[in-house]
């Protein structure tokens, strides 16, 4: 039982709200619940004015919030780390098998009518067994991920990140799976036959797939995004692609989102995209909000949050 009296202001719909709507509905406001679909900039936090005294995201990424001018104004931000770890690791399986079995064309030859009698190279993908993976960000997503690469008989998985792990040893029943030291950037870049990548998005990960990365990259290689799609320089993937400089990518995550109708990246066959669907279960929805309120209400009573981002 948590004891916390607050005015709430509930509004109709589920519908994005509108950037005037939150300026509006902001101002004067001690506690802040949002999501990443808004910047929470100097704007917002001057159309709040100085009662503001806490924020608290459904999220564990935070770059859509000034966290510098948060810290000035000794407003607390929270977000809901660890409860999407599961969900978002799954998902990033399934965009990986989806994009390497080709499975977006695979759908739409059944449902256009245009499935043809069995042939031998027909749809052929590329299976996971005996690949080197690179992952770029080892932290509780990426090791998620690389748990779950371990049923697939992965040869090696690579990473680099900002912090080095110890030596970490994956295991179950039939396998062993040791992960290396990090390496650096370029080697995961020309080693790796997949890329993963599970990076916050931070102004040194920003943009850092362009020209050279994919330049860089095995002509075979797979490029996953489940982390933020500005770590990624869309028109270079888009080049890299079509020249098949790299083979496929499947995307979770684009700039901006939506992303528009007619983007050249949707008209590509060898690239999936899904609507940023990383944490998008009932079960990790559900913690999400639990903690994303636990934090706000902490925040309110002047308490130290459950999930502090800072
Ligand atoms: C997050 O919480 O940051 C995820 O991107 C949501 O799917």
């Not at 509108?18 to 004067?28: D, F, K, N, Q, T």
């Not at 692609?241 to 060898?270: C, F, M, R, Y």
């Not at 079960?283 to 706000?296: C, G, H, K, P, S």
């Amino acid at each position: 039982m948590i004891d916390c009296r607050a005015e709430i202001e509930i509004r109709d719909g589920t519908d994005r709200i509108s950037r005037e709507e939150l300026i509006r509905g902001v101002a004067g406001c001690h506690g802040l619940l949002c999501t990443l679909t808004h910047q929470i900039n100097k704007e917002i936090l001057d159309a709040a004015g100085p009662n503001l005294m806490t924020i608290s995201t459904v999220s564990v990424g935070f770059d859509h919030i000034d966290i510098e001018e948060c810290k000035r104004r000794n407003i607390t931000v929270g977000h809901t780390p660890a409860v999407l770890t599961e969900a978002v690791a799954e998902l990033t399986i399934g965009l990986l098998l989806t994009t390497a079995r080709r499975v977006r064309e695979a759908l739409s030859v059944v449902e256009s009518g245009s499935w043809c009698s069995w042939k031998v190279l027909w749809l052929c993908g590329t299976q996971l067994s005996n690949k080197v993976v690179g992952i770029v960000g080892l932290g509780r997503i990426g090791l998620a991920v690389a748990k779950r690469l371990l049923a697939f008989n992965v040869n090696k998985i690579l990473y680099t990140g900002h912090s080095e792990k110890a030596e970490v040893t994956l295991s179950d029943t039939d396998a062993t799976l040791t992960i290396a030291p990090s390496v650096d950037f370029n080697t995961l870049l020309h080693q790796s036959d997949i890329i993963i990548v599970c990076c916050a998005l931070t102004p040194e990960t920003n943009g850092l797939f362009g020209e050279s990365a994919f330049a860089a990259m095995k002509k075979n290689c797979i490029f996953i995004n489940t982390s933020r799609g500005k770590v990624v320089n869309q028109s270079d993937l888009y080049n890299a692609l079509v020249s098949n400089e790299i083979q496929a990518a499947g995307l979770d995550v684009t700039t901006p989102e939506p992303l528009p109708v007619d983007h050249p990246l949707k008209k590509l066959k060898n690239c999936v995209i899904f609507p940023h669907l990383g944490s998008a279960t009932i079960e990790a929805r559900n913690e999400m909000w639990t903690i994303a309120v636990r934090n706000l209400i902490a925040g309110l009573n002047n308490e130290p949050l459950p999930h502090p981002v800072y």
